[in-house]
Protein backbone atom coordinates (compact mmCIF):
# COMPACT_ATOMS: atom_id res chain seq x y z
CA UNK A 1 0.00 0.00 0.00
CA UNK A 2 2.86 2.39 1.21
CA UNK A 3 4.24 1.68 -2.58
CA UNK A 4 1.93 3.25 -4.10
CA UNK A 5 1.60 6.15 -2.24
CA UNK A 6 3.11 9.07 -2.65
CA UNK A 7 4.97 10.69 -0.09
CA UNK A 8 2.96 13.24 0.96
CA UNK A 9 0.00 10.72 0.95
CA UNK A 10 2.06 8.12 2.77
CA UNK A 11 3.00 11.00 5.62
CA UNK A 12 -0.68 12.25 6.49
CA UNK A 13 -1.90 8.79 6.48
CA UNK A 14 0.55 7.91 9.20
CA UNK A 15 -0.63 11.13 10.92
CA UNK A 16 -4.41 10.28 10.80
CA UNK A 17 -3.58 6.89 11.89
CA UNK A 18 -1.95 8.06 14.90
CA UNK A 19 -4.65 10.14 15.69
CA UNK A 20 -7.08 7.38 15.25
CA UNK A 21 -5.23 5.24 18.12
CA UNK A 22 -5.07 8.10 20.03
CA UNK A 23 -8.90 8.37 19.96
CA UNK A 24 -9.57 4.87 20.67
CA UNK A 25 -6.69 4.71 23.78
CA UNK A 26 -8.70 7.27 25.63
CA UNK A 27 -12.16 5.18 25.14
CA UNK A 28 -13.81 7.26 23.25
CA UNK A 29 -16.46 5.43 20.92
CA UNK A 30 -15.08 4.71 17.31
CA UNK A 31 -16.68 6.64 14.83
CA UNK A 32 -15.40 6.83 11.69
CA UNK A 33 -15.68 10.19 10.33
CA UNK A 34 -14.39 10.80 6.88
CA UNK A 35 -11.77 13.56 6.38
CA UNK A 36 -12.21 15.75 3.12
CA UNK A 37 -9.74 14.65 0.90
CA UNK A 38 -6.86 17.64 0.75
CA UNK A 39 -4.73 18.15 -1.70
CA UNK A 40 -1.30 20.21 -0.71
CA UNK A 41 0.24 22.61 -2.98
CA UNK A 42 4.00 24.39 -1.99
CA UNK A 43 4.58 27.36 -3.19
CA UNK A 44 8.18 27.80 -4.11
CA UNK A 45 8.22 31.17 -4.96
CA UNK A 46 10.14 34.30 -4.47
CA UNK A 47 8.36 36.99 -1.97
CA UNK A 48 11.29 39.46 -1.47
CA UNK A 49 13.70 40.65 -3.78
CA UNK A 50 13.75 41.90 -7.41
CA UNK A 51 11.32 39.08 -8.40
CA UNK A 52 8.91 39.21 -5.53
CA UNK A 53 6.18 41.16 -7.38
CA UNK A 54 6.16 38.15 -9.89
CA UNK A 55 5.80 35.57 -6.75
CA UNK A 56 3.00 37.53 -5.40
CA UNK A 57 1.21 37.52 -8.98
CA UNK A 58 1.82 33.74 -9.18
CA UNK A 59 0.22 33.10 -6.00
CA UNK A 60 -2.51 34.99 -6.76
CA UNK A 61 -3.75 33.73 -10.26
CA UNK A 62 -3.51 30.16 -8.58
CA UNK A 63 -5.51 31.17 -5.84
CA UNK A 64 -7.88 32.38 -8.56
CA UNK A 65 -8.19 29.41 -10.35
CA UNK A 66 -8.62 27.22 -7.33
CA UNK A 67 -11.51 29.71 -6.34
CA UNK A 68 -12.98 29.52 -9.97
CA UNK A 69 -13.31 25.50 -9.22
CA UNK A 70 -14.77 25.74 -6.22
CA UNK A 71 -11.49 25.76 -3.69
CA UNK A 72 -10.84 22.44 -4.91
CA UNK A 73 -8.87 20.03 -7.58
CA UNK A 74 -9.56 16.74 -8.63
CA UNK A 75 -12.30 16.98 -5.81
CA UNK A 76 -9.99 17.82 -2.81
CA UNK A 77 -9.61 20.61 -0.86
CA UNK A 78 -6.79 22.91 -1.41
CA UNK A 79 -4.16 23.95 0.82
CA UNK A 80 -1.14 25.70 0.21
CA UNK A 81 2.01 26.38 1.82
CA UNK A 82 4.42 28.93 0.76
CA UNK A 83 8.28 29.12 0.81
CA UNK A 84 10.44 32.24 -0.22
CA UNK A 85 12.43 31.12 -2.21
CA UNK A 86 14.41 34.67 -1.95
CA UNK A 87 15.42 33.70 -5.74
CA UNK A 88 18.78 32.71 -4.67
CA UNK A 89 20.05 29.50 -5.85
CA UNK A 90 22.20 28.19 -3.21
CA UNK A 91 19.17 27.61 -1.06
CA UNK A 92 17.25 26.37 -4.14
CA UNK A 93 17.58 22.63 -3.01
CA UNK A 94 16.90 23.30 1.09
CA UNK A 95 13.83 25.16 -0.05
CA UNK A 96 12.21 22.34 -2.11
CA UNK A 97 13.32 20.06 0.31
CA UNK A 98 11.53 21.76 2.83
CA UNK A 99 8.15 21.49 0.65
CA UNK A 100 8.61 18.44 -0.38
CA UNK A 101 10.30 16.07 2.66
CA UNK A 102 9.14 18.29 5.13
CA UNK A 103 5.88 19.51 4.25
CA UNK A 104 5.36 16.50 2.44
CA UNK A 105 3.34 18.28 -0.11
CA UNK A 106 1.58 16.53 -3.40
CA UNK A 107 2.14 19.30 -5.45
CA UNK A 108 5.14 21.72 -6.00
CA UNK A 109 4.76 24.97 -8.00
CA UNK A 110 7.79 26.88 -8.52
CA UNK A 111 9.82 29.05 -9.18
CA UNK A 112 10.20 32.64 -11.21
CA UNK A 113 14.35 32.31 -11.43
CA UNK A 114 15.99 29.89 -13.56
CA UNK A 115 18.67 28.71 -11.29
CA UNK A 116 16.70 28.57 -8.11
CA UNK A 117 14.16 26.37 -10.84
CA UNK A 118 17.05 23.96 -11.83
CA UNK A 119 18.02 23.29 -8.26
CA UNK A 120 14.36 22.84 -7.33
CA UNK A 121 13.71 20.40 -10.46
CA UNK A 122 16.76 18.46 -9.47
CA UNK A 123 14.94 17.77 -5.99
CA UNK A 124 12.31 17.21 -7.39
CA UNK A 125 12.81 14.52 -9.80
CA UNK A 126 14.50 13.17 -6.94
CA UNK A 127 11.57 12.74 -5.38
CA UNK A 128 8.84 12.14 -7.67
CA UNK A 129 7.22 14.96 -6.82
CA UNK A 130 4.90 16.35 -9.57
CA UNK A 131 6.27 20.18 -10.14
CA UNK A 132 4.48 22.46 -12.51
CA UNK A 133 6.89 25.54 -13.04
CA UNK A 134 5.10 28.51 -13.88
CA UNK A 135 7.76 30.82 -15.12
CA UNK A 136 11.12 29.86 -14.69
CA UNK A 137 12.70 29.78 -18.60
CA UNK A 138 15.74 27.34 -17.94
CA UNK A 139 16.56 25.55 -21.48
CA UNK A 140 17.75 22.52 -19.27
CA UNK A 141 14.57 22.16 -17.23
CA UNK A 142 12.62 20.67 -20.44
CA UNK A 143 16.28 19.33 -22.00
CA UNK A 144 18.52 17.61 -19.93
CA UNK A 145 16.58 17.77 -17.13
CA UNK A 146 13.21 16.97 -18.43
CA UNK A 147 11.27 14.23 -16.53
CA UNK A 148 7.96 12.57 -16.57
CA UNK A 149 6.85 14.71 -13.62
CA UNK A 150 7.73 17.79 -14.25
CA UNK A 151 5.79 20.27 -16.66
CA UNK A 152 6.36 23.81 -17.70
CA UNK A 153 3.49 25.94 -18.30
CA UNK A 154 5.44 29.30 -19.51
CA UNK A 155 8.49 29.53 -22.08
CA UNK A 156 12.00 28.43 -22.85
CA UNK A 157 14.58 31.08 -22.50
CA UNK A 158 15.41 30.21 -26.28
CA UNK A 159 12.09 29.97 -27.21
CA UNK A 160 11.16 33.20 -25.91
CA UNK A 161 14.00 35.16 -27.79
CA UNK A 162 14.33 33.54 -30.99
CA UNK A 163 11.43 35.72 -32.55
CA UNK A 164 13.17 38.85 -31.01
CA UNK A 165 16.36 38.43 -33.98
CA UNK A 166 13.76 38.93 -36.76
CA UNK A 167 11.99 41.71 -34.98
CA UNK A 168 15.12 43.70 -34.81
CA UNK A 169 15.75 42.96 -37.73
CA UNK A 170 12.62 43.40 -39.52
CA UNK A 171 12.58 47.04 -37.89
CA UNK A 172 15.89 47.50 -40.22
CA UNK A 173 18.29 47.52 -37.47
CA UNK A 174 21.51 45.73 -38.01
CA UNK A 175 24.15 46.91 -34.98
CA UNK A 176 22.92 45.83 -30.96
CA UNK A 177 24.12 46.23 -27.99
CA UNK A 178 22.59 43.76 -25.34
CA UNK A 179 22.00 44.25 -22.19
CA UNK A 180 20.85 41.49 -19.10
CA UNK A 181 21.91 40.36 -15.63
CA UNK A 182 24.96 37.20 -15.72
CA UNK A 183 23.01 34.67 -14.62
CA UNK A 184 21.24 31.26 -16.47
CA UNK A 185 18.25 33.19 -17.80
CA UNK A 186 20.13 36.44 -18.56
CA UNK A 187 22.48 34.21 -20.59
CA UNK A 188 20.25 31.91 -22.22
CA UNK A 189 18.14 34.94 -23.36
CA UNK A 190 20.77 36.50 -25.15
CA UNK A 191 22.43 33.65 -26.72
CA UNK A 192 18.88 32.81 -28.36
CA UNK A 193 18.19 36.31 -29.43
CA UNK A 194 22.12 36.39 -31.20
CA UNK A 195 21.21 33.05 -32.71
CA UNK A 196 18.23 34.19 -34.74
CA UNK A 197 20.00 37.99 -35.05
CA UNK A 198 23.03 36.98 -36.78
CA UNK A 199 21.83 34.22 -38.78
CA UNK A 200 19.97 36.94 -40.29
CA UNK A 201 23.16 39.44 -40.79
CA UNK A 202 22.90 41.44 -37.66
CA UNK A 203 25.82 42.43 -35.40
CA UNK A 204 25.89 42.48 -31.62
CA UNK A 205 28.59 45.42 -31.14
CA UNK A 206 28.94 45.12 -27.57
CA UNK A 207 26.85 43.30 -23.89
CA UNK A 208 26.77 44.23 -20.59
CA UNK A 209 26.03 41.54 -18.25
CA UNK A 210 26.02 43.05 -14.68
CA UNK A 211 25.75 40.37 -11.43
CA UNK A 212 21.70 39.84 -11.11
CA UNK A 213 20.37 41.47 -9.04
CA UNK A 214 22.37 44.99 -9.36
CA UNK A 215 20.40 47.38 -10.57
CA UNK A 216 23.16 50.18 -11.30
CA UNK A 217 22.37 50.90 -14.66
CA UNK A 218 24.00 54.50 -15.45
CA UNK A 219 27.44 53.36 -16.30
CA UNK A 220 25.68 51.42 -19.16
CA UNK A 221 23.89 53.66 -20.50
CA UNK A 222 26.62 55.81 -20.45
CA UNK A 223 28.37 53.79 -22.55
CA UNK A 224 25.54 53.06 -25.19
CA UNK A 225 24.85 56.85 -25.71
CA UNK A 226 28.66 56.72 -27.05
CA UNK A 227 28.32 53.70 -29.24
CA UNK A 228 25.26 54.53 -30.67
CA UNK A 229 23.60 51.83 -31.50
CA UNK A 230 20.79 50.99 -34.07
CA UNK A 231 19.24 49.63 -31.02
CA UNK A 232 19.61 47.87 -27.92
CA UNK A 233 17.55 44.50 -27.00
CA UNK A 234 17.48 43.81 -23.02
CA UNK A 235 15.72 41.02 -20.52
CA UNK A 236 15.61 42.18 -17.24
CA UNK A 237 12.42 41.22 -15.04
CA UNK A 238 10.65 42.84 -11.96
CA UNK A 239 12.22 45.22 -10.02
CA UNK A 240 15.12 45.57 -12.15
CA UNK A 241 13.16 45.91 -15.41
CA UNK A 242 11.34 49.09 -13.00
CA UNK A 243 14.80 50.87 -12.76
CA UNK A 244 16.41 49.85 -16.00
CA UNK A 245 13.00 51.60 -18.27
CA UNK A 246 13.13 54.69 -16.02
CA UNK A 247 17.38 54.69 -16.08
CA UNK A 248 17.31 54.23 -19.96
CA UNK A 249 14.75 56.94 -20.10
CA UNK A 250 16.17 59.61 -18.00
CA UNK A 251 19.60 58.89 -19.62
CA UNK A 252 17.93 60.40 -22.38
CA UNK A 253 18.06 57.21 -24.69
CA UNK A 254 14.51 56.69 -25.39
CA UNK A 255 13.02 57.56 -28.59
CA UNK A 256 16.92 57.75 -29.64
CA UNK A 257 17.77 54.38 -29.28
CA UNK A 258 14.93 52.21 -29.76
CA UNK A 259 14.66 49.69 -26.92
CA UNK A 260 13.70 45.92 -27.64
CA UNK A 261 13.04 42.82 -25.55
CA UNK A 262 11.45 39.47 -24.79
CA UNK A 263 8.13 41.22 -22.84
CA UNK A 264 9.42 40.15 -19.50
CA UNK A 265 10.92 43.46 -19.72
CA UNK A 266 7.89 45.66 -19.78
CA UNK A 267 5.20 42.71 -18.17
CA UNK A 268 3.88 43.44 -14.26
CA UNK A 269 5.81 47.19 -14.27
CA UNK A 270 3.96 49.15 -17.40
CA UNK A 271 1.80 50.69 -14.81
CA UNK A 272 4.54 51.68 -12.68
CA UNK A 273 7.22 52.90 -15.61
CA UNK A 274 4.27 55.06 -17.22
CA UNK A 275 5.75 57.60 -20.00
CA UNK A 276 8.90 55.72 -19.80
CA UNK A 277 8.01 52.46 -21.15
CA UNK A 278 6.55 54.15 -24.35
CA UNK A 279 7.44 52.93 -27.55
CA UNK A 280 9.75 49.88 -25.88
CA UNK A 281 9.18 47.13 -28.56
CA UNK A 282 8.76 43.53 -27.08
CA UNK A 283 8.07 39.67 -28.04
CA UNK A 284 5.95 37.56 -25.72
CA UNK A 285 3.51 34.60 -25.65
CA UNK A 286 0.69 36.90 -24.18
CA UNK A 287 -0.22 40.50 -23.98
CA UNK A 288 -2.63 41.71 -21.76
CA UNK A 289 -4.97 43.77 -24.69
CA UNK A 290 -4.93 40.08 -26.15
CA UNK A 291 -8.94 40.36 -28.13
CA UNK A 292 -9.86 36.98 -27.05
CA UNK A 293 -13.13 36.51 -24.24
CA UNK A 294 -10.85 34.26 -21.83
CA UNK A 295 -8.27 37.24 -21.14
CA UNK A 296 -11.02 39.77 -20.88
CA UNK A 297 -12.36 37.83 -18.20
CA UNK A 298 -9.57 36.97 -17.09
CA UNK A 299 -7.80 40.24 -16.88
CA UNK A 300 -10.69 41.61 -15.19
CA UNK A 301 -11.07 39.05 -12.57
CA UNK A 302 -7.54 39.13 -11.66
CA UNK A 303 -7.32 42.94 -11.59
CA UNK A 304 -10.13 42.85 -9.11
CA UNK A 305 -8.75 40.35 -6.49
CA UNK A 306 -5.02 40.99 -6.89
CA UNK A 307 -5.39 45.03 -6.86
CA UNK A 308 -2.41 44.28 -9.52
CA UNK A 309 -1.68 44.41 -13.43
CA UNK A 310 -2.67 41.25 -15.22
CA UNK A 311 0.94 39.99 -16.73
CA UNK A 312 2.16 37.41 -18.56
CA UNK A 313 3.28 35.64 -14.65
CA UNK A 314 -0.43 35.59 -13.75
CA UNK A 315 -1.75 33.85 -16.86
CA UNK A 316 1.50 30.93 -16.97
CA UNK A 317 0.25 30.36 -13.23
CA UNK A 318 -3.66 30.51 -13.97
CA UNK A 319 -2.64 28.17 -16.78
CA UNK A 320 -0.43 25.81 -14.28
CA UNK A 321 -3.75 25.57 -12.03
CA UNK A 322 -5.87 24.80 -15.36
CA UNK A 323 -3.30 21.87 -16.40
CA UNK A 324 -3.12 20.18 -12.50
CA UNK A 325 -7.37 20.23 -12.87
CA UNK A 326 -7.56 18.77 -15.63
CA UNK A 327 -5.22 16.03 -14.61
CA UNK A 328 -6.76 15.40 -11.94
CA UNK A 329 -10.15 15.48 -13.44
CA UNK A 330 -9.08 12.61 -15.38
CA UNK A 331 -7.81 10.17 -12.64
CA UNK A 332 -11.15 11.42 -10.29
CA UNK A 333 -8.53 13.13 -8.05
CA UNK A 334 -6.20 9.88 -7.18
CA UNK A 335 -2.83 11.39 -6.85
CA UNK A 336 -1.71 8.15 -6.58
CA UNK A 337 -2.99 7.43 -10.58
CA UNK A 338 0.67 8.80 -11.23
CA UNK A 339 0.87 7.19 -14.97
CA UNK A 340 -2.37 8.00 -16.08
CA UNK A 341 -2.11 11.49 -14.10
CA UNK A 342 0.94 12.33 -16.22
CA UNK A 343 -0.52 10.70 -19.46
CA UNK A 344 -3.39 13.46 -18.91
CA UNK A 345 -1.28 16.37 -18.22
CA UNK A 346 0.77 15.59 -21.17
CA UNK A 347 -2.13 15.40 -23.33
CA UNK A 348 -4.07 18.18 -22.09
CA UNK A 349 -5.06 21.65 -24.37
CA UNK A 350 -5.09 24.54 -21.95
CA UNK A 351 -7.50 27.08 -22.77
CA UNK A 352 -5.32 29.70 -22.02
CA UNK A 353 -5.82 33.72 -21.51
CA UNK A 354 -2.62 33.77 -24.11
CA UNK A 355 -4.77 31.44 -26.61
CA UNK A 356 -4.97 27.53 -26.64
CA UNK A 357 -1.63 25.61 -26.52
CA UNK A 358 -0.95 22.10 -26.11
CA UNK A 359 2.80 20.29 -24.54
CA UNK A 360 5.57 18.87 -26.48
CA UNK A 361 7.11 15.82 -25.37
CA UNK A 362 9.13 17.42 -22.91
CA UNK A 363 6.27 19.02 -20.95
CA UNK A 364 6.66 22.43 -22.40
CA UNK A 365 3.80 25.12 -24.11
CA UNK A 366 3.95 25.37 -27.94
CA UNK A 367 3.00 28.75 -28.71
CA UNK A 368 2.49 31.96 -30.65
CA UNK A 369 4.70 34.74 -29.81
CA UNK A 370 2.96 38.22 -30.22
CA UNK A 371 5.10 41.44 -31.56
CA UNK A 372 4.21 44.08 -29.03
CA UNK A 373 4.57 47.98 -28.49
CA UNK A 374 3.95 50.15 -25.58
CA UNK A 375 1.54 52.60 -26.93
CA UNK A 376 -0.66 55.03 -24.66
CA UNK A 377 0.11 53.29 -21.76
CA UNK A 378 -0.91 49.65 -23.48
CA UNK A 379 0.64 46.96 -25.03
CA UNK A 380 -0.61 47.21 -28.32
CA UNK A 381 -0.61 43.77 -30.15
CA UNK A 382 1.31 44.55 -33.77
CA UNK A 383 0.93 40.89 -35.17
CA UNK A 384 2.08 37.41 -34.91
CA UNK A 385 6.06 37.46 -34.55
CA UNK A 386 6.20 33.40 -34.87
CA UNK A 387 3.88 30.89 -34.76
CA UNK A 388 3.34 27.34 -33.08
CA UNK A 389 6.96 28.00 -31.81
CA UNK A 390 8.28 24.67 -29.95
CA UNK A 391 11.38 24.17 -27.94
CA UNK A 392 13.92 21.92 -29.74
CA UNK A 393 14.08 19.68 -26.50
CA UNK A 394 17.67 18.64 -27.22
CA UNK A 395 18.61 15.75 -24.67
CA UNK A 396 15.28 15.66 -23.47
CA UNK A 397 15.75 11.50 -22.25
CA UNK A 398 11.87 11.01 -20.93
C1 LIG B 1 14.06 33.41 -15.32
O1 LIG B 1 14.95 33.54 -14.46
O2 LIG B 1 13.92 32.37 -15.97
C2 LIG B 1 13.11 34.54 -15.57
C3 LIG B 1 12.89 35.50 -14.60
C4 LIG B 1 11.99 36.53 -14.85
C5 LIG B 1 11.32 36.59 -16.05
C6 LIG B 1 11.54 35.64 -17.02
C7 LIG B 1 12.45 34.61 -16.79
Known amino acids: MFEQMPRGSRRRFLATAAAAAGVAAVGLPRVAIAAPPRLKIGLMLPFSGTYAIHGETVADAIKLRVAELGGKLGGAEVEFVRVDDESSPPK???NAAKLIVKEGVDVLIGTIHSGVAEAMVQVAREEGTLT???NAGSNRIT???CAPNIFRTSFSNWQ?????G??????????VVLMSWNYAAGKEMMEGFRESFTAGGGTVVKEFMPDFPKDEFQPYLTEIAA?????VYAFYSGGGALKFIKDYAAAGLQGKIPLYGPGFLTDGVLNAAGPAAEGITTVLHYASTLDNPINKKFRADFEKTSGREVDVFAVQAYDAASLLAQGLAAVEGDI??????FAAMEKAEIDSPRGKFRFSRAHNPIQDFYLR??????EKVLGIAAKAVEDPATGCKA
Open 92 to 94: AKD
Open 143 to 145: RAL
Open 227 to 231: LKPDA
Open 160 to 164: ANQPG
Open 166 to 175: PMVLDAGHRN
Open 373 to 378: RVENGE
Open 132 to 134: LVP
Open 336 to 341: KARKAL
